[in-house]
């Protein structure tokens, strides 16, 4: 009897650490898809504040004149991330400030440029 119990014991315990195991394997680092070309959008930067995040408008940043979409980012919630907004062109603050700089740009969805 106690050998049963000793293999049931071991085999749950085996189980378990499969399960701990599949759970741990995370998803692999992609980097975001190149946008379709008829998707691309160019926005002067007046329009581009309109997308800031607020009253159901989405959230977009421009960087180096990409215009990025951080609107499913949760870092960038209600438009927001440690105390800039979406809808601006945030180059300098990227590059001056930001402590992962320009590595985060390649996880998020290019939107269009900014228009001159």
Do not use: Q
């Not at 998707?39 to 800031?52: K, Q, R, S, W």
């Amino acid at each position: 009897m106690l050998k049963g119990k000793r293999t049931l014991i071991l085999i749950t315990l085996f189980t378990l650490f499969v399960f701990i195991l599949s759970g741990c394997a995370g998803k692999k680092d992609e980097t975001a898809p190149s946008p379709d070309p008829d998707a691309v959008n160019d926005l002067t930067l007046e329009e581009l504040a309109e997308y800031n995040g607020k009253d159901g408008n989405p959230a977009y940043i421009a960087v180096d004149g990409i215009i990025y979409d951080v609107s499913r980012n949760a870092n960038w919630k209600n438009g927001e991330h440690n105390g800039y907004g979406a809808g601006k062109d945030v180059s300098e603050a990227i590059e001056k400030i930001s402590p992962h700089g320009k590595s985060v740009l390649k996880k998020l969805p290019v939107v269009g440029n900014v228009a001159e």
